[in-house]
């Protein structure tokens, strides 16, 4: 089992920024991808951004260029840079993760409890 808490949310004027941090427990060995998802209020969870253990980072359109993900390894710890946040991206942020062997037409097999990002306008 795989244990995710999140930090870093909270409320921002649009074009501020805020840094989101995800550290994993547990068994984490066989633990590849991590990433971020969001759900906004009435909507569909939607994927933000993933790295893999070798760096290899996939974001969604409507944050590339503004949100960069990134890993540290040895702390078990991904993180998200929200730059020029807007106030369309006011969501619950979630970190998830996936085994070797869960491919991404799965959904991820583990999920922390969430954030909340509110930029005001």
């Known amino acids: 089992q795989v244990h995710l808490v999140e930090s870093g949310g909270g409320l921002v004027q649009a074009g501020g920024s805020l840094r989101l941090s995800c550290a994993a427990s547990?068994?984490?060995?066989?633990?590849?991808?991590m990433g971020w998802y969001r759900q906004a209020l009435g909507k569909r969870r939607e994927l933000v951004a993933t790295?893999?253990?070798?760096?290899?980072?996939n974001y969604a359109d409507f944050v590339k260029g503004r949100f960069t993900i990134s890993r540290d390894n040895a702390k078990n710890t991904v993180y998200l840079q929200m730059n020029s946040l807007k106030p369309e991206d006011t969501a619950v942020y979630y970190c998830s993760a996936r085994h070797l062997w869960t491919g991404y037409s799965s959904d991820p097999d583990y999920w922390g409890q969430g954030t909340q990002v509110t930029v005001s306008s």
């Open positions: 547990g068994s984490i060995f066989s633990i590849n991808a």
């Open positions: 790295i893999t253990s070798g760096g290899n980072t």
